[in-house]
């Protein structure tokens, strides 16, 4: 069964770069929704969408922007990018549509950022 | 505000041992469900169990298991016999409202390493 995609797997940037991570849902999924993990650390929540609209905001700064496009799939902004930036970043994602029977919320494995 | 506490930062068992996975959350909500996610080393969520507040009832599934008791908050894992693979750190997590689905709150995860 096809799971949620994230891209890239790896990425290395510099202090003040920007970065762009790209999160594909499950098909048919309707919601996406973003975590930031630092190391050591438990998930925290950043943001969510729901058919292309945000639908939850967390602890996510403002040098950081994402969006929901047509296809659903999501993309998560970073600019002047900072060490303490330096994380794993997940994506997960669901449906509203079938809330009785969907009872799983699908990670995908993640993007590892460092910020040298 | 909702806050999930797993006290165990660390567990180490010898195979086949049984070990019990503390969790306590915090929700003025009625309506909530709990979540059991599994990293292993390689970084990913797995996804093990999603429970809803009105099912008290204990789930097994194969060597794992659940307590889920609303009178003291808490929804515990156990694992039966466990194995060199079962090492991972294990996430507990929360999310409030009718949705299932709205952000997940993390406890700070319990490594468990279990040794040939």
Same mark, same amino acid.
């Given at each position: ?116 | ?6 006290? &165990?930062? $660390? #567990? !180490? ?17 009625? @309506? ?24 008290? &009832?204990? $789930? #097994? !599934? ?17 694992? @039966? ?36």
């Amino acid at each position: 069964a096809a799971g949620v995609i994230q891209s890239p797997r790896h990425l290395i940037k510099e202090k003040r770069e920007t970065a762009t991570l790209k999160c594909y849902p499950i098909p048919r999924h309707d919601t996406v929704y973003w975590y930031q993990q630092g190391p050591g650390q438990d998930p925290q929540f950043l943001i969510s969408f729901y058919e292309k609209m945000q639908s939850d905001k967390g602890s996510i700064p403002d040098r950081f922007s994402a969006q929901q496009f047509s296809d659903y799939h999501s993309e998560l902004n970073m600019s002047s990018l900072e060490l303490g930036d330096s994380a794993l970043y997940f994506c997960a994602s669901s449906t509203r549509q079938n809330q009785a029977t969907n009872e799983k919320l699908f990670f995908g494995s993640g993007t590892q950022l460092s910020v040298l | 505000a909702q806050k999930v506490t797993q006290a &165990q930062t $660390e #567990i !180490s068992v010898v195979e086949k041992e049984d070990v019990t996975l503390d969790c306590v959350y915090e929700t003025r909500d009625t @309506t909530y469900y709990l979540f059991w996610y599994k990293q292993p080393p390689s970084g990913e969520l797995v996804f093990l169990i999603r429970r809803n507040s009105f099912d008290e &009832q204990n $789930e #097994i !599934s194969g060597r794992y298991s659940w307590n889920f008791q609303k009178s003291t908050s808490s929804f515990n894992f156990t694992i @039966t016999a466990s194995q060199v693979v079962d090492s991972a750190v294990y996430f507990c997590a929360l999310s409030e409202g009718n949705s299932g689905y709205s952000t997940l709150t993390f406890g700070k995860g319990t490594m468990l390493l279990v040794s040939p």
